[in-house]
């Protein structure tokens, strides 16, 4: 009886995070269905594996290395997300972004947020996913260095450097949209 | 310091990763080059507009519901193997006629509620004033002079509480009138907002997050540990959230979705 309340606890605490996952596996995978599919396995795997969890640690953390080990483990192979040949954006930057067609940045309108969202969300799908998954971890999910570190497996140097040069490709691809001080001084 | 050799502390010194020598070190850096005192504002604000992108990004209603309703998630509870008297009739049987007054109180209670006239949850209300105003059936006290209009809010509540108030101005949409309104005996301050095609109409008054009506969809925020209470009628978009001890109504004829992603993004816990 405790038991099956205590998972009850678990489950109604961990959809707490649902709109974190979702926003995580969009970034991971190329379909919308792909990525409710992923959500909904991580959901199902972290419930399967609950008694796991160490009460008073972070669940958030949990939940997105169960649905990034899923990601790795069932799509990562198989449909392996490369719009654009990623050893180009290792070798040369700029090669990279030609080869990515920039928008044009349209009129200022009442759905600008939107459309920046829109855009944010479509030049981080097109970056490589090694720069891709520390930004939508660090930028979007608020994790530190060291939480995307252990979600991802990898060194937290890794994670500073991938996040310097994603943040670059990216930054090449808005600038148009992105406020700086800069910018916001100049207007005045 | 060669700026090559900045980047990567830059990165670190936006999202405050650094040790204490690194953050001197790169400050110095920072005072004496502007190139890479540029970058840093470049990356400030790129982090930013990320964050706020991935706010607007929620999961759909149809996934929640997915999700709510796969029984490997959510499993049903598990009955007894016992008869279906067994399970409803208590064993002991001097508790029998409490059983059947308990029954008659629960089948005599609902008559009476059914007998009572319907009122009409407050919620729910409000959309209905957004459409007399949007239809010109309400008038509204025009200004586009926000202060003036809270203070005479404030006033007609006898200071009991203050309007909440949205800054919308990015989306080019700005107040342009309000009203008090009295709905089941409860007085709701209305703000009205309009520009560019759209138009929100932001409700205060004094509740509970009980005033959500049934229909809603709720929306956890644990960054903000907020909810947010989502429900559309008559073409009309709502979100509900509490502040203390206000309840706020934003009404809009923005899609569910967008208006909810506005709220979470301009709403700061109290």
Redesign the interface.
């Known amino acids: 009886m405790t038991r099956a309340l205590t998972r009850n606890a678990f489950s109604r605490e961990a959809m707490a995070h649902l709109d974190h996952l979702h926003r995580v596996a969009v970034h991971l995978v190329k379909e919308l269905q792909e990525a409710d599919d992923l959500v909904q396995e991580t959901y199902a795997r972290a419930l399967g594996s609950y008694e796991q969890f160490a009460p008073g640690s972070n669940l958030k953390a949990w939940l997105t290395r169960i649905l990034y080990n899923f990601f790795f483990d069932n799509y990562h192979i198989k449909r392996r997300w490369v719009s654009v040949d990623d050893s180009s954006a290792e070798k040369n930057e700029p090669d990279y972004w030609e080869k990515v067609p920039a928008e044009n940045p349209g009129p200022e309108s009442h759905l600008l947020l939107k459309e920046l969202s829109t855009k944010i969300s479509d030049a981080l799908r097109k970056i490589p996913e090694e720069f891709r998954l520390p930004i939508t971890l660090v930028d979007m999910g608020d994790f530190s260095y060291a939480e995307a570190a252990e979600i991802l497996s990898c060194p937290i140097g890794t994670v500073r450097s991938r996040l310097s040069r994603g943040r670059r490709l990216l930054f090449n691809q808005l600038k148009e949209y992105v406020a700086t001080e800069e910018k916001k001084r100049a207007k005045q | 310091m060669k700026c090559e050799d900045a980047?990567?502390l830059?990165?670190?010194l936006v999202?405050e990763?650094l040790s204490e020598a690194e953050r001197f070190s790169i400050e110095g850096h920072l005072k004496d080059c502007l190139r890479c005192r540029?970058v840093y504002?470049?990356?400030?604000?790129?982090?930013r507009?990320?964050?706020?992108?991935?706010f607007?990004?929620?999961?759909?209603p149809?996934?929640?519901s997915?999700?709510?309703s796969?029984r490997?998630?959510?499993p049903r509870?598990?009955r007894s193997s016992g008869s279906w008297t067994e399970r409803i009739l208590p064993a002991w049987p001097f508790l029998r006629p409490a059983l059947v007054l308990a029954l008659g109180v629960l089948i005599i209670l609902p008559l009476f509620h059914l007998m009572r006239t319907p009122s009409e949850p407050i919620s729910l209300a409000a959309l209905e004033i957004q459409k007399k105003i949007i239809g010109g059936e309400m008038s509204v006290r025009k200004t586009s002079n926000l202060d003036e209009l809270r203070k005479w809010q404030i006033r007609a509540v006898n200071g009991e509480f203050a309007p909440v108030a949205y800054d919308l101005s990015?989306?080019?949409?700005q107040p342009v009138g309000g009203v008090v309104q009295e709905v089941n005996g409860r007085k709701m301050l209305v703000t009205v907002y309009a520009?560019?095609?759209?138009s929100f109409t932001c409700f205060t008054f004094l509740g509970t997050e009980e005033d959500a009506p049934k229909i809603a969809s709720i929306?956890?925020?644990?960054?903000k540990k907020m909810k947010f209470y989502s429900f559309s009628k008559d073409g009309f978009s709502a979100v509900l959230h509490r502040e203390g001890k206000v309840i706020c109504i934003l009404v809009s004829n923005m899609s569910g979705d967008?208006l909810l992603a506005?709220v979470r993004?301009k709403v700061q816990p109290s």
Do not use: H
Not at chain 2, 49 to 54: K, L, N, P, S, T
Not at chain 2, 170 to 173: A, K, T
């Open positions: 980047r990567e830059i990165t670190a999202d990763e540029f504002e470049e990356e400030q604000a790129l982090k507009e990320i964050r706020a992108a991935g607007r990004l929620s999961a759909s149809e996934l929640r997915k999700i709510l796969d490997r998630i959510f509870p598990e990015s989306m080019n949409v520009g560019k095609g759209l929306f956890i925020d644990p960054d967008e506005l993004a």
